[in-house]
């Protein structure tokens, strides 16, 4: 391989290392609001609060109509020229578009609270709660526009401090109104959180250095055709999302009940929490650069290939180890009381090793402009996920949730093969085929151990599997990325492992 080939190595991770950090640091702060919520308000409590926040999630993203997705291409758009003024524009057209589609939901959600209460939870008992949202639907609203600005911007660092800094503050605002008002306060924690993400991202986006200038709706219209325009597609797909975890939310609260949800919940939160935060690290500029080269195949493709190697190297072990240990992580953060979600967890893991390989195919399709293709992709992956789940409720109870996120995926990473394979001709390369294959081999066997051998042998080989997809993959990154070329506290962390040595000074 050629030292061009392997810079793209390279560039994934310096993009990964400051957002991998702060997301980091955001695991911590989530493990210590989930643990904390778990002990305030018990399974039901926990249950409650998240159909709650999926009734945010689905206002957020309709009222954002994907500004927070759309504004990053523009302003970077705008950024490349040069042209401070154009940057300006288009940081005023962003702002000003999010702070009206924030009202306006915000106003919608309080206006229909009833309507929605009803759905959600079958009487009107959480109006007043739901009709609060709007408040948190506009502040989210904002901050997410203030957020695409940075990042737009490359401001990596201050999105990354912005990030840490919002999710500290609100889990800390969150915990102490628990703390006081318990159920009554479930809504006003939520806006808290929403608050205090709008709170750290001002306090970074008024170090940027933009020159004033005066402005009409007129002068602004086509930089908000612009963003609406790219944004719906971005917001197609988020809401879709949204509206997944609504809907098996709400299937399970109505079939199984409140307690039901909650360890539904715990699992969910859990699964999706590693693989969350390395997709995000890796996410932050493989879109921009996919795009520059959607029309060369053979580079497009060989990107996709080196996202998902990397993708794979770093989640792999850490599946391994929420699988190993599902039954101590739910214990350590939430409670005894959410046993019954060791199994959902342990299903959403085998599902999460499909996303993490058919992620990076995703992008092809925004890449190639192939909207249509991307939206009923979508559209049919989530409609049989839901569709799915209240089959598996039917039939499995409980743990048929994980069963049909497990399916779902399984039929989505086929279905954007095939689509991916059509626009641009892509294979996955022989490395993509060997380290995926060897993860799914290490992840089946630790999966089926746990129906099939006794707890402490399952416990013993799956810490030696972990152990070894951990040396495997530091070692695999080594050969993969000049170690100069990797973050500074990479390189500490291979010295002190004994995994690479800095090369000699001269």
Excluded at 309 to 324: D, Q, V
Aim: net charge positive; hydrophobic share 55%; with cysteine.
């Amino acid at each position: 391989m050629s030292s061009s080939e392997k810079s793209t190595y390279g560039s994934i991770l310096k993009s990964s290392a400051l957002i991998g950090g702060s997301s980091l640091v955001n695991v911590g702060i989530s493990i210590v609001r989930a643990k904390a919520m778990a002990l305030l308000l018990g399974p039901g409590g926990v249950g409650l609060l998240g159909l709650l926040n999926s009734v945010l999630d689905l206002a957020r993203t309709m009222a954002g109509l994907g500004l927070s997705s759309s504004g990053v291409r523009q302003i970077a758009e705008a950024a490349a020229t040069q042209d401070s003024q154009r940057v300006a524009r288009t940081a005023l057209a962003l702002r000003n578009a999010a702070v009206l589609l924030g009202i306006v939901g915000g106003g919608l959600i309080a206006l229909f609270s009833r309507p929605i209460a009803v759905f959600s939870f079958g009487d009107a008992s959480q109006q007043g709660a739901v009709a609060l949202l709007g408040l948190a639907v506009l502040f989210a609203s904002v901050a997410g526009a203030q957020l695409a600005l940075l990042q737009g911007l490359r401001r990596i660092r201050e999105l990354a401090m912005a990030n840490v800094l919002g999710a500290f503050l609100g889990t800390l605002g969150s915990i102490v109104i628990i703390y006081l008002f318990r159920r009554q306060g479930l809504a006003v924690s939520l806006i808290c959180v929403a608050l205090m993400a709008l709170a750290g991202t001002w306090w970074y986006v008024r170090r940027v250095e933009l020159p004033a200038m005066r402005w009409r709706w007129a002068d602004l219209a086509p930089e908000v055709s612009a963003l609406l325009k790219l944004g719906v597609v971005f917001m197609a797909s988020g809401l879709m999302m949204m509206a997944v975890g609504y809907f098996i939310r709400m299937i399970v609260m109505r079939k199984l009940g409140e307690d039901a949800a909650g360890f539904y919940q715990a699992a969910w939160a859990l699964g999706g929490l590693y693989v969350g935060f390395i997709l995000q690290a890796m996410g932050a500029d493989f879109f921009p650069r996919l795009t520059a080269a959607a029309q060369d195949h053979p580079r497009c493709n060989r990107m996709v290939n080196e996202q998902t190697e990397i993708g794979l190297l770093l989640a792999g072990p850490g599946l391994l180890a929420t699988l190993t240990f599902a039954p101590w992580v739910i214990r350590i953060f939430y409670s005894g009381q959410f046993e019954p979600a060791v199994e959902i967890l342990r299903w959403i893991c085998l599902g999460m090793m499909l996303r993490v390989v058919s992620w990076p195919m995703g992008y092809i399709l925004l890449a190639q402009g192939a909207r249509r293709a991307f939206f009923w992709s979508e559209l049919a992956a989530n409609a049989a996920q839901v569709g799915l789940a209240w089959l598996g409720v039917l039939y499995f109870g409980l743990k048929g949730t994980g069963i049909a996120f497990f399916a779902s995926y399984l039929f989505y990473w086929m279905l954007i093969y095939a689509i991916a394979r059509c626009l641009s001709g892509f294979r996955f390369s022989p490395a993509s085929r060997g380290i995926g294959l060897l993860y799914l081999v290490l992840i089946t066997l630790v999966f089926v151990g746990w129906y099939f051998v006794p707890e402490g042998w399952v416990m013993a080989g799956g810490t030696l599997a972990m152990i070894g997809a951990g040396s495997f993959s530091c070692r695999r990154i080594c050969a993969l990325v000049p170690f100069e070329r990797m973050p500074g506290p990479a390189q500490r962390v291979l010295v002190l492992l004994r995994l690479a040595s800095p090369p000699a000074r001269v």
